[in-house]
């Protein structure tokens, strides 16, 4: 019986690694000294030479393994320890180094950030280490110097005002500690001022609705500041009016808000009795410091909301009509002044003009609405000599 014979073998064969297999070891303090080393040879007075050095030194060292050991370096001289002290190993002369934002003259803290810039836009890849780094340098406020932290500031608000980060990264500042301590909201004020100095006021408030950070504002107060009147004090004598009238601004559209939404819950339940809409209404217009002109605006938006309107011309007239006479109390309760009819009159003229289907159906609106003494003679002929809006002007006062 014949046995299968065993394939032939090399002795001796030396099986090669392919180079991507290869796991490089890893050796940030290696990084670190090269880094070092090559920046304390040019020294503070001369950024274009180190703007080259950390150019050419891309090609060389691993910047995609080591980023955030090279942004430690380059903000704050050496590679950072936990809590934002310099790690101290290796040989004590590549420690730290002083070109780094930290020990830079505050008036070429843009220089750096410049610096910064064009090795991010050489080396894409290190975008996502430089986000990372602004938002861990962020929590080790509480373990730099004052003037580090100044500096820290004024470079964050450049760097946010040109979009080289994400606004987003100022979440750090949520830190129990960092507030309590009131160091978030220091830090932040100089940010904001750097950021206004840097591009504009609407460039802040832009950004700080798409980082969702619009309505948190307060919460970078200590504890025992978190009111109204500490943040317009504080942002007024910071020089940051502007902030302070966005601040009003957004509570007054929280406001808005928050009527609406409990407006559309009652009307979505159907409550049966209008005299309890009308009644809570009242009370949460007196609890929000909401005026008259503008709630009756909110309520109009609420009814004409609250309906699924009949996509036929003729049929959405006596629709619209026996839905607004049911409510016509409702809407009473807030025209007490004339520029609330007024106000009434302009947002039911734009409702019909962005809505073709009740182009035809606002002359019928009006009189039932006068007839129900929501709106008065006198408002309709102000209305309609000068208070009306400029949209289709000419068919509606025609109608």
Same mark, same amino acid.
């Given at each position: 019986?014949?046995?299968?014979?065993?394939?032939?073998?090399?002795?001796?064969?030396?099986?090669?690694?392919?180079?991507?297999?290869?796991?490089?070891?890893?050796?940030?303090?290696?990084?670190?000294?090269?880094?070092?080393?090559?920046?304390?040879?040019?020294?503070?007075?001369?950024?274009?030479?180190?703007?080259?050095?950390?150019?050419?030194?891309?090609?060389?060292?691993?910047?995609?393994?080591?980023?955030?050991?090279?942004?430690?370096?380059?903000?704050?001289?050496?590679?950072?320890?936990?809590?934002?002290?310099?790690?101290?190993?290796?040989?004590?002369?590549?420690?730290?180094?002083?070109?780094?934002?930290?020990?830079?003259?505050?008036?070429?803290?843009?220089?750096?950030?410049?610096?910064?810039?064009?090795?991010?836009?050489?080396?894409?890849?290190?975008?996502?280490?430089?986000?990372?780094?602004?938002?861990?340098?962020?929590?080790?406020?509480?373990?730099?110097?004052?003037?580090?932290?100044?500096?820290?500031?004024?470079?964050?608000?450049?760097?946010?005002?040109?979009?080289?980060?994400?606004?987003?990264?100022?979440?750090?500042?949520?830190?129990?500690?960092?507030?309590?301590?009131?160091?978030?909201?220091?830090?932040?004020?100089?940010?904001?001022?750097?950021?206004?100095?840097?591009?504009?006021?609407?460039?802040?408030?832009?950004?700080?609705?798409?980082?969702?950070?619009?309505?948190?504002?307060?919460?970078?107060?200590?504890?025992?500041?978190?009111?109204?009147?500490?943040?317009?004090?504080?942002?007024?004598?910071?020089?940051?009016?502007?902030?302070?009238?966005?601040?009003?601004?957004?509570?007054?559209?929280?406001?808005?808000?928050?009527?609406?939404?409990?407006?559309?819950?009652?009307?979505?339940?159907?409550?049966?009795?209008?005299?309890?809409?009308?009644?809570?209404?009242?009370?949460?217009?007196? *609890?929000?410091?909401? @005026?008259?002109? !503008?709630?009756? &605006?909110?309520?109009? %938006? #609420?009814?004409?909301?609250?309906? $699924?309107?009949?996509?036929?011309?003729?049929?959405?007239?006596?629709?619209?009509?026996?839905?607004?006479?049911?409510?016509?109390?409702?809407?009473?309760?807030?025209?007490?002044?004339?520029?609330?009819?007024?106000?009434?009159?302009?947002?039911?003229?734009?409702?019909?003009?962005?809505?073709?289907?009740?182009?035809?159906?606002?002359?019928?609106?009006?009189?039932?609405?006068? *007839?129900?003494?929501? @709106?008065?003679? !006198?408002?309709? &002929?102000?209305?309609? %000599? #000068?208070?009306?809006?400029?949209? $289709?002007?000419?068919?509606?006062?025609?109608?």
């Amino acid at each position: 019986m014949s046995q299968k014979q065993p394939k032939p073998t090399l002795s001796g064969q030396r099986i090669r690694t392919r180079k991507r297999d290869e796991k490089e070891k890893q050796d940030p303090l290696a990084f670190r000294d090269a880094i070092i080393q090559g920046l304390q040879g040019i020294g503070n007075n001369d950024l274009d030479q180190v703007q080259k050095f950390l150019d050419s030194s891309g090609s060389k060292l691993n910047y995609r393994l080591y980023g955030e050991y090279l942004f430690d370096v380059l903000f704050a001289g050496g590679v950072l320890a936990p809590g934002g002290s310099i790690l101290e190993e290796g040989e004590k002369s590549t420690w730290k180094t002083t070109v780094c934002i930290f020990e830079s003259n505050d008036d070429d803290l843009k220089a750096y950030v410049q610096v910064i810039n064009k090795v991010i836009a050489r080396y894409r890849y290190l975008q996502k280490a430089f986000e990372d780094e602004i938002t861990k340098i962020l929590l080790f406020l509480k373990g730099f110097t004052e003037d580090q932290r100044n500096k820290l500031a004024i470079v964050t608000g450049i760097i946010l005002a040109n979009g080289m980060a994400s606004p987003t990264s100022l979440s750090s500042l949520f830190s129990e500690t960092l507030v309590k301590e009131g160091l978030s909201l220091q830090f932040l004020t100089k940010v904001f001022q750097s950021w206004v100095k840097e591009k504009d006021f609407n460039s802040l408030s832009s950004s700080l609705r798409k980082a969702e950070l619009e309505n948190k504002l307060l919460e970078f107060f200590p504890p025992n500041k978190q009111t109204e009147e500490m943040f317009e004090k504080h942002f007024n004598a910071h020089g940051l009016e502007k902030l302070v009238a966005f601040q009003k601004a957004q509570q007054a559209l929280g406001t808005r808000r928050a009527f609406q939404l409990q407006l559309k819950e009652m009307l979505d339940q159907e409550t049966p009795v209008l005299k309890e809409i009308i009644s809570t209404c009242k009370e949460e217009m007196k *609890k929000s410091q909401l @005026l008259e002109d !503008d709630v009756v &605006i909110l309520v109009w %938006k #609420g009814l004409m909301k609250a309906v $699924e309107w009949n996509k036929k011309e003729e049929l959405v007239a006596d629709q619209a009509l026996r839905h607004l006479k049911f409510y016509a109390p409702l809407l009473a309760t807030f025209t007490s002044q004339t520029k609330s009819e007024i106000n009434l009159l302009v947002k039911m003229q734009d409702y019909c003009y962005d809505n073709m289907n009740f182009t035809k159906v606002f002359q019928k609106m009006v009189m039932l609405l006068y *007839k129900t003494d929501v @709106l008065s003679e !006198d408002t309709i &002929i102000k209305w309609y %000599k #000068g208070g009306h809006s400029t949209k $289709e002007k000419l068919f509606f006062l025609s109608r």
